[in-house]
């Protein structure tokens, strides 16, 4: 039996608590929560520092696509309006 190690945390997990919707320009695009923005700013300083249990570092890779997932959402939201 194989065992599949999980190396990120979903980003889904975030989207109920974790996410806003802000006008911007008159444009609705996505952005974290204040909460959420602090989060990633934290594990990315303890990154820096080697400091990341497995655990963050899952949280990390997780907060990190959803942030790219956003900026492409956002993205064709602005090139459509």
């Known amino acids: ?3 599949v190690t999980q190396t ?3 980003p889904s997990s975030w989207v109920e608590a974790g996410i ?18 602090a989060r990633l700013e934290t594990l ?3 990154k820096k520092n080697n400091v ?5 570092t899952a949280e990390l ?3 990190t696509e959803l942030d790219r997932i956003f900026t492409l959402i956002n ?3 602005i090139a459509e309006s």
């Open 52 to 56: 990341l249990t497995p655990e963050e």
């Open 1 to 3: 039996m194989a065992m």
């Open 44 to 46: 990315i300083d303890r």
């Open 20 to 37: 806003q919707i802000q006008k911007v320009r008159e444009l609705n695009l996505f952005k974290f929560t204040d909460e959420l923005q």
């Open 8 to 10: 990120m945390v979903q």
């Open 75 to 77: 993205a064709r939201i």
């Open 61 to 63: 890779a997780g907060i």
